[in-house]
């Protein structure tokens, strides 16, 4: 704790600091990181009594009390006494910072008090114009809840303060620090005094560019949005991992790692020795893609697999001479041919679907024209997704099958329209991504190789059909 207790007032060079150069896209920020600060060195901190080191978990049961959400979703005003529920105004001009809005603005009615607030305000005010920060409706900006936002927005400000270095990091816990900063460093700051995100995670690259050029507010309003299906509910539990597995990427020797995980396909926990190579999001959660020990009942030494991070029960780093890794992934160790995540990549992009440790195969769909025109001419799906006529589609299950089941299945095309859509694409067998998808086109997609494919679709159709007519 540093002696005296941190009280420095949100001066612009201050927040112009936190914000790591760029105060006018991250004033709001800035402003949480100065209220951090008075509750981690300030008087305040006697107040919350965190623990030594603390987890973003431990802050917000301390500071945000019981019966703030533990979910992802954005907090309403359940509780007056919350700090979820306090304004800018509430924080910026409480005296002491442990006032609630009510009684800030109790507050305002007295007219000592009043007159001090309103030359504090109009003193901040002038400091905005002046360094062209002003929005342009300021009352908007003091109204602004400054806690109200989600889980994963208030601990991104913990990565931020160990940035800063206000805060030592180790994995996912923080340790507060015995000297304070001088100078806290920008980072990322251009010649033009603008915040940079490398943006290569984004496999999309039309999307790093749109993310590129509107991430940042435009005249203080935020207009670039990215809106992914999440199914994730155990959020601690997936923040815990990744921080564990970043802190294991950030070694100069990656170690093989025993994972403890629930195998949906076997509904039962599981132990696999890995090499963890990185995280994927992919659909509707991340993945951890661990190249090592397979499932019981696989044929291989060695292969990939992805591991869904809430799934995960445990995570034990190992040395690379521990008798638990297997011999194969000790070779390749030794011999420095690890795999890497250059390698998932190239695999994606040879087949649709996730599971690129899967075999590769052809898939060649009709759809009616009508749907074709709405729907999938003139979209991406895949590298190899593409448009064939009529024609080849013929040709291409006479390549694919012989005797009966070819003729069986020239028929099928035969009796189908030319004038339809038709398209061939590589995918993974048994990917679950790709068969959502396919599903999701039902009724109006018809899949005509490979013929395993097409007799389980007919399957699963004729137990819908079930569903509705007994």
């Given at each position: 704790?540093?002696?005296?207790?941190?009280?420095?007032?949100p001066?612009?060079?201050?927040?112009?600091?936190?914000?790591?150069?760029n105060?006018?896209?991250?004033?709001?920020?800035?402003?949480?990181?100065?209220?951090?600060?008075?509750?981690?060195?300030?008087?305040?901190?006697?107040?919350?009594n965190?623990?030594?080191?603390?987890?973003?978990?431990?802050?917000?049961?301390a500071f945000?009390?019981?019966?703030?959400?533990?979910?992802?979703?954005?907090?309403?005003?359940?509780?007056w006494?919350?700090?979820?529920?306090?304004?800018?105004?509430?924080?910026?001009?409480?005296?002491?910072?442990?006032?609630t809005?009510?009684?800030?603005?109790?507050?305002l009615?007295?007219?000592?008090?009043?007159?001090?607030?309103?030359?504090?305000?109009?003193?901040?005010?002038?400091?905005?114009?002046?360094?062209?920060?002003?929005?342009?409706?300021?009352?908007?900006?003091?109204?602004?809840?400054?806690?109200?936002?989600?889980?994963r927005?208030?601990?991104?400000?913990?990565?931020?303060?160990?940035?800063?270095?206000?805060?030592?990091?180790?994995?996912?816990?923080?340790?507060?620090?015995?000297?304070?900063?001088?100078?806290?460093?920008?980072?990322?700051?251009?010649?033009a005094?603008?915040?940079?995100?490398?943006l290569?995670?984004?496999?999309?690259?039309?999307?790093?560019a749109?993310?590129?050029?509107?991430?940042?507010?435009?005249?203080?309003?935020?207009?670039?949005?990215?809106?992914?299906?999440?199914?994730?509910?155990?959020?601690?539990?997936?923040?815990?991992?990744?921080?564990?597995?970043?802190?294991?990427?950030?070694?100069?020797?990656?170690?093989?790692?025993?994972?403890?995980?629930?195998?949906?396909?076997?509904?039962?926990?599981?132990?696999?020795?890995v090499?963890?190579?990185?995280?994927y999001?992919?659909?509707?959660?991340?993945?951890?893609?661990?190249?090592?020990?397979?499932?019981?009942?696989?044929?291989k030494?060695?292969?990939?697999?992805?591991?869904?991070?809430?799934?995960?029960?445990?995570?034990?780093?190992?040395?690379?001479?521990?008798?638990?890794?297997?011999?194969?992934?000790?070779?390749?160790?030794?011999?420095g041919?690890?795999?890497?995540?250059?390698?998932i990549?190239?695999a994606?992009?040879?087949?649709?679907?996730?599971?690129?440790?899967?075999?590769?195969?052809?898939?060649?769909?009709?759809?009616?024209?009508?749907?074709?025109?709405?729907?999938?001419?003139?979209?991406?799906?895949?590298?190899?997704?593409?448009?064939?006529?009529?024609?080849?589609?013929?040709?291409?299950?006479?390549?694919?099958?012989?005797?009966?089941?070819?003729?069986?299945?020239?028929?099928?095309?035969?009796?189908?329209s030319?004038?339809d859509?038709?398209?061939?694409?590589?995918?993974?067998?048994?990917?679950?991504?790709?068969m959502?998808?396919?599903?999701?086109?039902?009724?109006?997609?018809?899949?005509?190789l490979?013929?395993?494919l097409?007799?389980?679709?007919?399957?699963?159709?004729?137990?819908?059909w079930?569903?509705?007519?007994?």
């Amino acid at each position: 704790m540093l002696n005296p207790p941190w009280s420095e007032p949100p001066s612009v060079e201050l927040l112009q600091s936190l914000a790591r150069g760029n105060l006018k896209q991250q004033l709001l920020q800035a402003l949480r990181l100065w209220v951090w600060l008075h509750f981690l060195y300030g008087e305040a901190a006697t107040k919350l009594n965190l623990p030594e080191p603390f987890g973003y978990a431990d802050w917000r049961d301390a500071f945000l009390g019981e019966t703030h959400t533990k979910g992802e979703e954005k907090p309403g005003l359940h509780d007056w006494q919350c700090f979820c529920g306090k304004t800018v105004a509430a924080w910026l001009f409480s005296p002491n910072l442990n006032l609630t809005q009510l009684e800030w603005e109790t507050l305002l009615r007295d007219s000592t008090f009043a007159s001090q607030v309103e030359q504090q305000q109009q003193q901040f005010a002038d400091s905005l114009r002046r360094h062209h920060l002003c929005p342009d409706n300021l009352q908007k900006l003091w109204e602004t809840r400054l806690f109200g936002l989600t889980r994963r927005a208030l601990a991104a400000d913990l990565s931020v303060l160990a940035e800063l270095q206000w805060l030592k990091r180790s994995g996912h816990l923080y340790y507060r620090v015995s000297d304070r900063p001088f100078t806290p460093s920008p980072v990322g700051k251009t010649d033009a005094g603008l915040i940079t995100y490398n943006l290569e995670f984004l496999t999309q690259p039309d999307l790093a560019a749109i993310a590129d050029n509107l991430s940042a507010r435009l005249q203080g309003q935020q207009r670039f949005f990215v809106h992914v299906e999440y199914v994730i509910t155990k959020i601690d539990r997936v923040d815990e991992w990744q921080d564990r597995l970043r802190t294991l990427w950030e070694q100069k020797v990656i170690p093989p790692i025993l994972l403890t995980y629930w195998n949906a396909s076997q509904q039962q926990t599981l132990a696999a020795v890995v090499y963890p190579v990185c995280i994927y999001y992919y659909q509707r959660g991340p993945y951890l893609c661990g190249f090592g020990e397979l499932p019981p009942g696989e044929t291989k030494q060695l292969d990939w697999r992805n591991y869904r991070l809430d799934r995960i029960e445990s995570i034990e780093p190992l040395s690379w001479e521990s008798a638990r890794v297997p011999p194969a992934l000790k070779q390749r160790y030794r011999t420095g041919t690890l795999p890497t995540p250059d390698e998932i990549q190239l695999a994606m992009a040879e087949a649709w679907g996730f599971d690129y440790y899967q075999a590769a195969l052809m898939l060649l769909l009709r759809f009616d024209r009508e749907w074709d025109d709405r729907y999938i001419r003139n979209t991406y799906r895949h590298a190899t997704f593409k448009a064939v006529d009529y024609q080849t589609a013929g040709n291409l299950i006479r390549q694919t099958l012989k005797g009966e089941q070819r003729e069986a299945m020239l028929k099928v095309w035969r009796a189908r329209s030319p004038g339809d859509a038709y398209y061939r694409a590589t995918y993974r067998q048994n990917d679950p991504n790709v068969m959502q998808r396919l599903r999701a086109w039902r009724p109006r997609v018809e899949i005509l190789l490979p013929v395993e494919l097409r007799e389980r679709a007919a399957r699963e159709v004729q137990q819908e059909w079930k569903l509705y007519h007994e």
